[in-house]
């Protein structure tokens, strides 16, 4: 008699293999999470993770491998399929619909639902189980990016899955709504649900997961538990090499005022955009200032009154005591301004240029690169050279395609272009964002060095982790408002948090209109 | 008292065809597929009812031969955009000088020839009513069906599932594909009704309003539909609002012109619905209504399905 074995895990993989033309996105992946464990997948963008997670998802077919599904061999073709077997899906970009409300958001995702006064009710009550406080009937855009993702797990938690994978679910909430994500997380876990968490966060990957799946290149480096290794050991697994975190210099030179924001109101221009009210604030000469925040809390539109995109009253911004608010972006470049677009494709660059031709639009001016609107191929291609000389950009040359470029390389490009316009203020949104490591690292260098050398440099990130090592003194936007200034440093997590959840998105505030619908759902039954 | 209630009788018959065709095009463009070939499924279903009633001697039979001549234009615009890609605005534009040919080549041998037209559709009881009878129960059937249809579109797209469907696929097609909902068939269904309903309007033109057959005898309407669509903000019960705003603006200037008021050339008056159209659209999206914020987001872009 063979001993009893053990209870198959829930999901195993084996010898996963899916190429694409000239990468391997996935090679002999294996990957094995057990019943109720918080697994963790880990690794730098371009490692594989999101073409795994597709496989599982049925998104995407192996070209080899195995999948079991409780110890039973299965071939998952469609996301419906990975549905039926019990995987859910929180997705990083949320696919929501904007103009429907809650309850038809949900609807939409189950099939031949037909009641849905009971759906309503059955929302309340697994959103109110789970502490994910939900109105049904509010439509999408009025709702935070931290109740979208509430909408995608509750649709999840509602086809009551067995697995549940979720896609870098904290790069958009606060602090508080990570916390609070972790709790329903580990009380999932507690019942049994399993759950591959997707993250290159370090230290959230020590406080959640059981089990954690290293990748590489396509490639599982490691399998370990985040509990026992640390998170400088775990990175230099993901990321494969050491690499130099930026020198934050000790002290810097504090002058005067070189970029002031006065009492800048702005419409937004989106149906469902946010309105900018009041904003003032100024960077001083070799300071660098943050703005963090949720997305969609008024960074567009404020970079587009910051930017001449949108011209606003001549007194609303001042670049070195010139009035500027009225000036559209190119006379702003002549004062002095440099801006780096959060979009690399299509708004700091344009995918089907060159390189050289890429520089010369927005560098022109400033580097002299036309003469009576001829331009002079030989500088702007000389000067393209240049930046990605100085910037370590790999690409084949001037001539490459900004296309041809991963987006950290072409991310470095777009800095190196700014820079080397020799600004006076260096506006930067995103500079980092889906960035690998090593790029963020120079690019996080570049500003600081921008910064000693007496520039005002003015970065708008969601990303909390790139403020904290950068700024030295950041404000929080939120609903379209700027918060009063903070010295970076001396400002806790917490109260940084609250600033971005608005202070009114505390744990308890569950809308009287779910009670109303729960006594009835209670009512019905 | 007679003199107005005839008019505003007149205004509800004006602005019938309108009505058709702009709740044809909203559900088409809710869906996400902006159609500009509304005025050549327009001409296509009027000449297409004129035709058929001709020869059958049958009203009904002319009704929906128009709507599938219409239904069938659209289909054509469908397999260009839908299934081969082809750019929307452009192909729309084409569909309606297609639409201003193809009916004149089927209609050359038709011009001038009378047609009885289609018959008032008396209901007992309500059309003897003072006012209210001659006002509202003293028309043919497609004037009652054009009304019935907005209100059933209005409940379709807000109370079932089909028309909560049809919203998502025009407000986030990448959304509703990944849910499992087949983007392209729902918008070949939509465009279709959209070639359906314009079909109508063109059918009520050459059956009804004036029952003969005239070269381009639209005047420019399924363009006002058009518009329409985007005064009313792609909701259903505003396109009867604009629809009889505009169907007033006709009745007015004919009756002005007939009156020999305003002592201007009878082309100036005749501009007028159109010159309204324009500012309406000016005002409108400039205003505080911003009406082209509330265009379904996916409003003209094309789905590639993916994988």
Known sequence: MAPPAAPAPRLALTGIRKAYPGVLANDDVALTVEEGEIHALLGENGAGKSTLVKIIYGVLAPDEGEIRWAGRPVRIASPNAARQLGIGMVFQHFSLFEALSVLENVALGMDGEKNWQALAGRIVEVSRAYGLPLDPTREVHELSVGERQRIEIVRCLLQAPKLLIMDEPTSVLTPQEVDRLFLTLRQLASEGVSILYISHKLHEIKALCDAATIMRGGKVVAHCDPKVETARSMATLMVGSNFAAPEKPAKRLKRAPRFQVNALDLESSEAFGTSLKEVSFEVRAGEIFGIAGVAGNGQTELLAALSGERPVEAEAIIIDGNRAGALGPRARRGLGLAYIPEERNGHAAIPDLTLAENALLSAFDRRALLTNGVIRFARASAFAEEVIERFSVKATGPDARASSLSGGNLQKFVVGREILQAPNVLIAAQPTWGVDAGAAAAIHQALLDLATHGVAVLVVSQDLDELLVLTDRMAVINGGRLSRPLVTGEATLEEIGLLMGGLHDLPDDIPAVETAAVNQHVQAL | ?307
């Open chain 2, 1 to 307: 008292m007679d003199g107005t209630v005839a008019l505003l009788a007149a205004v509800i018959v004006a602005s019938t065809p309108l009505l058709f065709a702009a709740i044809g095009e909203l559900v088409a463009e809710r869906s996400g597929v902006l159609n500009l070939g509304v005025e050549g499924m327009m001409l296509a279903g009027a000449v297409t009812g004129f035709a058929v009633t001709l020869t059958t001697g049958s009203h009904l039979v002319g009704i929906g031969s128009a709507a599938v001549a219409g239904a069938a234009m659209a289909l054509v615009f469908a397999v260009l955009t839908l299934s081969l890609m082809a750019n929307q605005v452009a192909t729309g534009l084409a569909l309606t000088i297609f639409g201003v040919g193809l009916s004149a080549l089927v209609g050359s041998s038709f011009v001038g020839t009378p047609l009885p037209r289609l018959p008032r559709l008396d209901i007992p009881g309500l059309s003897d009513l003072p006012v209210v009878g001659p006002l509202l129960f003293r028309h043919d059937v497609l004037v009652y069906g054009a009304v019935a249809l907005t209100l059933a579109v209005a409940w379709f797209l807000a109370k079932t599932r089909g028309g909560m469907i049809l919203r998502a696929v025009g407000e986030n097609h990448e959304a509703a594909h990944g849910l499992g909902y087949n983007v392209i068939h729902i918008r070949y269904l939509a465009v279709l009704f959209g070639g359906l309903c314009a079909g109508l309007g063109g059918a009520f033109l050459s059956i009804a309003y004036t029952p003969m057959w005239i070269e381009q005898m639209t005047a420019g309407r399924g363009w006002i539909a058009l518009a329409l669509v985007v005064f009313a903000a792609w909701r259903p019960l505003r396109v009867l609002v604009g629809a009889y705003l505009f169907g007033g603006v006709t009745i007015l200037q004919l009756h002005a012109q007939g009156l020999g008021l305003f002592a201007v050339p009878s082309q100036v008056m005749s501009m007028l619905p159109y010159i309204a159209t324009i500012i309406v659209l000016v005002v409108i999206s400039i205003g505080p209504w911003k009406a082209r914020l509330q265009a379904p987001a996916c409003l003209g872009r094309p789905f590639l399905p993916t994988n």
